[in-house]
């Protein structure tokens, strides 16, 4: 399978030791990604990560997900449903514990157009 992972500009790969991003990966702008996490595909599809993520360490990100902008990914957690602009998930299964406002006039394009 060719790789035709896209990333933005300014993505930060912290402390980047056992790090697993699928080779069909979409990821944004000002993306930062700690240790030891994993951004996986499968039968349904791969993540589309959008812009100002933090995924902090050992956390998994599987199938075709959506990350919102300025979504906060907690430490260890199992991410398998999208999580919504601005806000923070923890545990497995997930759950989202902070809603933050996004930017005014903010409203995502639609899967198709950023995840092709």
């Known amino acids: 399978m060719p790789v035709n992972l896209r990333v933005g500009p300014a993505f930060k790969l912290a402390h980047g030791f056992g790090v697993v991003i699928n080779g069909q ?18 039968a349904r599809g791969v993540p589309c990560i959008e812009d100002d993520v933090m995924i902090c360490a050992n956390a998994t990100v599987i199938g075709a997900v959506r ?12 991410v398998t449903k999208d999580v919504p602009a601005g806000a923070t998930v923890i545990g497995n299964p997930q759950r989202v514990i902070v809603r933050r406002s996004v930017p005014r006039g903010y409203h995502p394009a639609p899967l198709e157009v950023i995840c092709k």
Do not use: D, E, H, Y
Not at 25 to 42: C, E, K, L, P, Y
């Open 25 to 42: 990966a979409t990821i944004g702008s000002n993306v930062t990604v700690m240790q030891g996490v994993t951004i996986g595909g499968s």
């Open 67 to 78: 990350l919102g902008r300025g979504a906060v990914i907690g430490a260890g957690c199992v």
